[in-house]
């Protein structure tokens, strides 16, 4: 009977501390007063900061933070309080995280980081009203479901079906009289999407697609011999790789072992693979990759961002870097456009900052002139980039 | 009064009145809390995946404690509860319109029909000894992940339309339930805590019920030794089959509870990993102990959300918790010490034999 005490008794208490601790701050996020007129909006997000797939969590952080620090640095009225937690790429965790980010009062977001984990939650930051604009979940899922569109979400990265279309296009102008063939990940969501959209735009456009069925797995994501095999054998001389960089980085290894060597054509997911601990960057030459950002560019904008990039965290900014930065920047100009301060009801302000995005135009370091559909897909022009030295290089 | 009681907490029933009134207790005051103090989004977001992987845990501990056989591919039992379940859901949406009803439907056909895996799978390969029952499960939780991958299937007014592999459905205003490497999306999030709570109940039930009954022996004795109890005439096959088979229901019940709790659900989910989670579970809770199980389940899903605000340190400390509770749950001189508190916390005469 004592025992039984005992254990009520110690349930009681962590319980009671856990929901208390915790209790008292989900109260949906108020303004802080400032008394120079300069308003803080709490900004969250989350993204893989552990894992197979944290260099773009990390280079979203990165980049936010590094948007954050200056805008707050800056005489603006709007400054930010920036918060990211860790969803290991995972829906389950993806919930958590919104919760934790939830609890602490955030006002915007920058969503989730992958498709997966932010195809969990759209629908929470829909029901709460909070506006989230992604700046990698290329999902068409964390803007839009067949039966509904989620009026507060909004994408900085093209969608998947628009990047197989993109590529298709790409290689129909430049790259016609190649032979394709195409291996991707069956099981993920991203890769399976980019895939579906080529192989449709593909056919539109007659590209001569010689190997369509080289699918891999997560399980099996490590031998590719067999896909390049086939793709070596049916004659392909462009390998289309609609996939994330790691799995990638080992088809480039392996064609080179089997002495293939066809042009390599990636997405945007293959943006990261120059960074990757121990891989050899001459492997990646002449890799084309889509990708709406190019570290060499020479405009003001991207020029003063990968330099600012640079200093603070010592490596070039990818594509994911890019949209994170362009994202926080959209997100400030939006809510000066709406002229947010102190007091604003914040019940209207996903509705107003919708409102915004769907009709404004902004420049960032990913394009100029973007806009945004009310589904929440961005408009802009997507750049195809050579690596060149160890670089990327606008192929154009 | 006094003898129900001496009942309750005698050597046969304590462990079971222990974890009833534990899981009860614990749901009482969670609600209480949620209804007037208020809790955090994050504990709340939390309830239901708790309940679920407690099912999950105590369904493998019946294979892996009770029956002794080792399986590496509950998640993948759990996947198919939690597919059959969202398409059961998706499908009479509109015909069952009391969400607890449709849970409860979604919920039965979940198990069902991953009993009848578990059933497929157990019959050619128990009557197999040694570590087969591994290596074949091992290899169904990849083939269910990989199947369910490749699916996809919707309905409108013509009624069920599948594909395999490529989507060829042209749907004309109905809904897709599952479209390959995307799973499930837009679910109907049904499950809720007290659903949660009630299931775990029924599967205390079932465990205890199972564990105190002629065939709950069986398959202990089984476990202990096979010769001997084979001598007896108890049929190794069928007592295996039987925890299996019980033990493939429950995880495809927690598969139900957890697809139904969110709005959308990606088959690569239930791979390796979760399996090997489930494991780490039980085998943290002590193999075989159903209190165990759920302490150990709800500590160690909870702390990792705990340890947010470590950041980027948050799972070395987790991996270092781990390493610490497991030396020195093994550690001889800290079981001793445990027993002499327990000892202690015991009243001699009342329970001890």
């Not at chain 1, 890799?287 to 990039?309: G, N």
């Not at chain 2, 030396?327 to 916390?345: C, H, P, R, V, Y």
Request: charged content about 15%; glycine content about 8%; hydrophobic content about 45%.
């Amino acid at each position: 009977m004592k025992k039984l005490l005992v254990v009520l008794l110690a349930m009681l208490c962590v319980l009671t501390l856990a929901g208390c601790s915790n209790g008292g701050s989900g109260n949906g996020g108020n303004n802080e007063p400032a008394g120079d007129g300069t308003v803080t909006v709490k900004l969250g997000g989350s993204g893989p900061l552990s894992g197979d797939a944290k260099v773009y969590g990390e280079a979203v952080r990165n980049a936010a933070q590094l948007a954050v620090d200056e805008i707050n640095a800056s005489d603006s009225k709007i400054k930010f309080d920036f918060k990211m937690e860790d969803d290991e790429a995972d829906g389950e965790k993806a919930v958590s995280a919104y919760s934790t980010l939830f609890d602490w009062g955030m006002q915007v977001s920058l969503f989730t980081v992958t498709s997966g984990s932010g195809a969990a939650v759209a629908a929470s930051y829909d029901e709460d009203g909070i506006f989230a604009i992604t700046p990698s979940g290329s999902s068409t899922a964390l803007v839009y479901t067949d039966s509904k569109n989620y009026p507060g979400n909004f994408q900085m990265c093209f969608t998947d079906p628009n990047q197989g279309v993109a590529s298709a296009d790409y290689m129909a102008a430049n790259l016609a009289d190649k032979k394709i063939a195409i291996i991707y990940k069956s099981d993920d969501v991203y890769s399976a999407g980019v895939y579906e959209k080529f192989v449709a735009e593909a056919a539109a456009k007659n590209l001569n697609v010689v190997y369509k069925d080289g699918a891999f797995t997560d399980d099996s994501s490590t031998d590719f011999s067999t896909q390049l095999t086939a793709a070596k054998d049916a004659g392909a001389d462009l390998v289309f790789l609609p996939i994330y960089y790691q799995p990638a980085s080992l088809i480039l290894k392996q064609a080179k072992d089997m002495d293939y060597a066809p042009v390599f054509f990636g997405v945007d997911g293959m943006d990261g693979i120059l960074t990757l601990e121990g891989f050899d960057t001459s492997l990646a030459e002449g890799l084309y990759l889509l990708t709406p950002f190019a570290a060499d560019a020479s405009d003001e904008a991207t020029v003063h961002f990968v330099k600012a990039f640079q200093e603070k965290y010592g490596e070039v900014p990818n594509q994911f870097a890019a949209d994170a930065y362009d994202c926080v920047y959209a997100i400030k100009q939006a809510l000066e456009n709406i002229d947010y301060k102190e007091g604003y009801a914040t019940n209207g302000l996903c509705e107003d900052l919708a409102a915004q995005f769907t009709s404004m135009t902004f420049n960032g370091v990913t394009g100029e002139n973007m806009t945004w559909a009310e589904n929440g897909e961005v408009s802009k022009a997507p750049k195809a980039v050579v690596i060149t030295n160890g670089v990327y290089v606008s192929a154009d | 009064m006094k003898n129900i009681f001496a009942d309750l907490f005698s050597k046969k029933n304590r462990s079971r009145t222990i974890s009833f009134l534990m899981v009860t207790c614990a749901y009482i005051l969670i609600e209480v809390i949620m209804n007037t103090v208020g809790m955090s989004r994050l504990f709340k977001s939390l309830l239901v995946p708790t309940c679920c992987y407690i099912i999950l845990a105590l369904s493998l501990n019946l294979v892996v404690g009770i029956s002794g056989e080792l399986s590496l591919g509950h998640a993948g039992f759990m996947a198919i509860g939690a597919f059959s379940a969202v398409i059961v859901s998706g499908l009479t949406v509109s015909s069952i319109t009391n969400d607890i009803l449709r849970l409860v439907v979604s919920a039965a056909c979940g198990s069902i029909i991953s009993g009848i895996f578990g059933f497929i799978i157990s019959v050619p390969v128990l009557k197999l000894s040694g570590d087969y029952l591994a290596i074949v499960t091992l290899a169904f939780g990849q083939i269910i992940k990989s199947l369910i991958t490749n699916i996809y299937l919707g309905f409108d007014a013509n009624g069920i339309q599948m594909s395999f592999v490529t989507n060829t459905l042209s749907l004309e205003g109905g809904k897709m339930l599952l479209s390959g490497p995307m799973g499930a999306t837009d679910t109907a999030k049904i499950s809720n805590f007290t659903s949660g709570f009630v299931m775990i109940l029924i599967t205390l039930f079932v465990i205890y019920s199972m564990i105190n009954s002629r065939h709950g022996r069986a398959i202990m004795s089984a476990r202990d030794n096979r010769i001997a109890a084979e001598s007896i005439g108890i049929s190794i096959t069928r007592t295996k089959t039987l925890a299996f088979v019980v033990s493939s229901i429950l995880a495809g019940m927690a598969g139900a509870l957890y697809a139904l709790n969110y709005s959308t659900l990606q088959p690569a989910k239930f791979d390796f990993n979760t399996s090997i989670l489930a494991l780490v579970y039980v085998v943290f809770g002590g193999l075989g102990n159903i209190n165990g199980t759920i302490v150990s389940t709800v500590v160690l899903y909870v702390l990792p959300e705990l340890l947010r605000s470590l950041q980027d340190y948050r799972m070395l400390i987790y991996a270092i918790v781990l390493i610490v509770v497991m030396q020195m749950t093994n550690s001889a001189k800290i079981k001793e010490l445990m027993e002499k508190l327990g000892k202690k916390i015991f009243k001699k005469g009342e329970v001890k034999e």
